[in-house]
């Protein structure tokens, strides 16, 4: 074992894995460099400890990079070690856990040390899509070695401590630190989309915990699951009061009612993150125009319109449970667009960026419309064109290509306003109601709301033997 068993990267990883579980792997390297006096230096392990565990009996992988060495700095060995990990942890259908400190790069070894950098990079590249990748950030993280967790699958950052850049903030033309702290990770989680959480080190810790036990180990696994604890037939008496949250409705339906979000802090319109069903992990993705505190209070509003960003964090998160063979489920109430100047500048591609997601997913796709499934914005969120498998709705659930007075008002803009309630009430009949689209056969089933989840468990056990053949292409574009 490391000499180093009382320094911080040795407990945070201690207090990460089951007791007692971690060996570490590379303790006896050091700093291979003698320049710039490094040969009277002290380099023990070369700066990051790294090693293998478990988290409630999963196999997880570690490094956890110390800054009492040489600032934590990234050098020819200390990369060598966590490729070495990445290695073994692909070999073995293992997730990587990187606990990140670090002052940056190694001045001292030059291009050796930027060679450690692309190392890292390249090991990152492969393992995507062949074991989840988490990061967590305790102190800096600057320069190249922000993309260390913008290439990860899940990031995490310690509230008060943690600093990831490209350009550190007073780089900034115009900016200062004390201005904008484009460094901290308030900024990185709300703004930039790159952090999942933000806590203390046990709060992070724990998540990552938690994330763990609800992921597959690898994309051979062929999804996750394990032993269901709760009704299959439970009902949720009060999903319509709060369909306005679909944070609220994910936890409601889930087993266990367990809901773990993915970038909760960014595009809130937009909601990411797993759920359990009899025992097996889903994905969802869902439309956002309401948030609750844990008092039932309203504290944030929203249009039900798509973003650019959130539509980018969509997508992304729908490669990962893609890849990872997780089924995906769509809780949908988008009327349209957000209008702004902003938004325009991004949102065409970043639509197609999530018309993409969809499309080439060939896991279980189930959508569930809540509220409104208006114009394109409904056919780009898993609508039955795009390969939804199934699709529900609740019985007060809107379908069409727009409101229906909107559509009236348009279609028979110089009548009076009787005329426009009249057809207004013809266009709700014919086209904007979900029995209308079922007619169609564009919706399979309209569910009530206490049935929501056992509809939804059956949905994802029929679909459990889904198979799609793949066209012969090499890979899409988007």
């Known amino acids: 074992m490391s000499n180093s068993n009382d320094n911080s990267a040795m407990q945070r990883i201690a207090r990460l894995v089951d007791e007692n579980s971690f060996m570490e792997i590379g303790s006896l390297v050091t700093a291979r460099s003698t320049d710039f006096n490094l040969a009277q230096t002290d380099t023990p392990s070369d700066g990051v400890i790294t090693g293998h565990g478990l988290i409630d009996g999963n196999l997880v992988f570690v490094y956890s990079q110390d800054a009492s060495v040489l600032g934590g700095t990234v050098g020819e060995m200390h990369a060598k070690k966590i490729a070495a990990t990445y290695d073994m942890a692909v070999k073995m259908g293992a997730p990587v856990i990187g606990l990140i400190d670090c002052a940056g790069i190694r001045l001292q070894e030059s291009v050796d040390a930027l060679e450690a950098f692309g190392t890292i990079y390249s090991k990152q590249a492969a393992a995507s899509g062949m074991i989840p990748q988490i990061s967590a950030i305790f102190g800096t993280c600057g320069g190249g070695l922000a993309v260390v967790p913008a290439l990860s699958d899940f990031t995490y950052a310690q509230a008060d401590k943690a600093k990831m850049f490209i350009n550190s903030p007073n780089a900034i033309d115009g900016n200062r630190v004390d201005k904008c702290d484009t460094a901290s990770a308030a900024f990185q989680s709300e703004q930039t989309g790159t952090i999942d959480g933000v806590g203390t080190e046990d709060e992070i810790l724990a998540q990552i915990r938690q994330l763990i036990c609800i992921l597959p180990s690898n994309n051979a696994e062929g999804g996750c699951v394990v032993e269901c604890t709760d009704d299959l037939n439970r009902a949720c008496q009060s999903l319509d009061t709060m369909k306005g949250d679909p944070r609220y409705v994910l936890s409601e339906i889930s087993d266990n009612h367990i809901f773990v979000e993915a970038k909760a802090d960014y595009a809130k319109e937009m909601t990411a993150g797993f759920i359990k069903l009899n025992g097996m992990t889903v994905g969802a993705v869902a439309n956002c125009t309401e948030i609750y505190d844990a008092q039932g209070k309203k504290t944030e509003e929203f249009d039900a319109a798509l973003t650019a960003r959130g539509c980018n964090k969509a997508a992304e998160f729908l490669a990962f449970c893609d890849a990872f063979d997780i089924p995906v489920i769509t809780l949908t109430n988008a009327a349209g667009f957000r209008a702004t100047m902003c938004s325009e500048k991004n949102l065409a591609k970043a639509?197609?960026?999530?018309?993409?997601?969809?499309?080439?997913?060939?896991?279980?796709?189930?959508?569930?419309?809540?509220?409104?499934?208006?114009?394109?914005?409904?056919?780009?969120?898993?609508?039955?064109?795009?390969?939804?498998?199934?699709?529900?709705?609740?019985?007060?659930?809107?379908?069409?290509?727009?409101?229906?007075?909107?559509?009236?008002k348009i279609m028979y803009a110089n009548e009076p306003a009787t005329v426009i309630e009249e057809k207004a009430a013809e266009y709700e009949a014919l086209q904007g109601s979900v029995e209308a689209a079922a007619a169609r056969g564009y919706v399979d089933r309209i569910i009530d709301y206490p049935s929501t989840r056992k509809y939804l468990i059956a949905a994802v056990e029929m679909l459990y033997t889904k198979r799609v053949e793949q066209p012969n292409k090499k890979h899409g574009t988007k």
């Open 351 to 408: 639509l197609g960026r999530l018309v993409s997601a969809f499309a080439n997913a060939t896991v279980p796709k189930v959508n569930l419309i809540m509220d409104k499934a208006y114009g394109s914005a409904y056919t780009v969120m898993n609508s039955k064109s795009l390969g939804a498998d199934l699709v529900y709705a609740w019985p007060d659930a809107k379908t069409g290509m727009m409101d229906a007075k909107l559509a009236a």
